[in-house]
């Protein structure tokens, strides 16, 4: 074989196999924020277990925010705050609430109790420092 084929061959298979490892690779990072809500929350991962967008008001909800990783990146203040609105009037906040945030923080975890809000459409939005990073609409059944 001539040394063209031969680098040519060992080309293609350095590229096969980057790509291959590329699209494998799970490394269970969390690449942007994200609200989950819904009745119960896996142990391990610390996520909720089949997140709902229709949620039942009699029953106790999880609400469950998980941070993107920022390590590597120019260190921020890192304020992040969730709030509450019902979807008709967001101006009227029904909740607000500042998240410790610690080196270590990856998520906050929450619940509402049965019957605490009425039967209607709301938004959480989360805000890292005073941005908002993410919204999350669902409906109280």
Known sequence: ??????????????????IFLFVLKE????KKDNIEIGYKTNDESQQIIDPRN?????????VSTHFKDD?????QNKTFVLTL??????????????????????????????????????????YRDNNLSVEKVFTFK
């Open 1 to 18: 074989m001539s040394k063209g084929k031969r680098f040519l061959i060992l080309f293609v298979l350095l590229i096969s196999i980057a």
């Open 27 to 30: 490394d269970g990072e969390i």
């Open 54 to 62: 229709k949620v039942d008001r009699k029953k106790e909800i999880i």
């Open 71 to 75: 390590s590597g990146k120019e260190k």
């Open 85 to 126: 609105a019902n979807i008709k009037d967001k101006s009227n906040l029904l909740m607000e609430e500042t998240i410790p945030n610690g080196e270590a923080t990856s998520g906050y975890e929450f619940t509402i109790s049965p019957g605490k809000l009425p039967a209607g459409k709301y938004q959480f939005s989360l």
